[in-house]
C-alpha cells in the first residue's frame, strides 16, 4: 500500500557531504511526520531529523548544524543534507513516514529498507 525508496548512501571521506532522498508512494493522502533515523552496530535506532508536514523541524543533537532536513509534500519526498561528515555517522539510515493517511481511509507508519552510510579514510 505504501512504499518509501531510498537513495543516496554510500561512502565518503571524513568532511565530505552527502544528500539522501526517500520518495514515498502508493496510495497516499498525506503523511504527518517524515524522517530519518539511524541504527549503528552495536547501538540502537536514534532518531536523526523529522519534518512535519506543516515544516516543523527536530534535529538531533549529535547533528545540528552538519544536518538539515527538507521536505517536498508536493511529491512525498523528503531530504537530508548531510555535511561535515564523520567517522561517527557511519550507519545504516531509515526513512520513515509516520502517520500516513491512505486514500482508503486508513493511517499506518512505515519504514524504508534502510541505506548504508559509510564515512572513512
Known amino acids: 500500500q505504501v512504499q518509501l525508496v531510498e537513495s543516496g548512501g554510500g561512502l565518503v571521506q571524513p568532511g565530505g557531504s552527502l544528500r539522501l532522498s526517500c520518495a514515498a508512494s502508493?496510495?497516499?493522502?498525506?503523511?504527518?511526520?517524515m524522517g530519518w533515523y539511524r541504527q549503528a552496530p552495536g547501538k540502537e535506532r536514534e532518531m536523526v531529523a523529522i519534518v512535519t508536514e506543516d515544516g516543523s523541524t527536530s534535529t538531533a543533537d549529535f547533528v545540528k548544524g552538519r544536518f538539515t532536513i527538507a521536505r517536498d509534500n508536493t511529491k512525498n519526498t523528503v531530504f537530508l543534507q548531510m555535511d561535515s561528515l564523520k567517522p561517527e555517522d557511519t550507519a545504516v539510515y531509515y526513512c520513515?513516514?509516520?502517520?500516513?493517511?491512505?486514500?482508503?481511509?486508513?493511517?499506518?507508519?512505515?519504514w524504508g529498507q534502510g541505506t548504508q552510510v559509510t564515512v572513512s579514510s
Open positions: 520513515r513516514a509516520r502517520g500516513v493517511v491512505t486514500t482508503v481511509g486508513g493511517v499506518v507508519d512505515h
Open positions: 502508493g496510495r497516499i493522502f498525506s503523511i504527518h511526520t
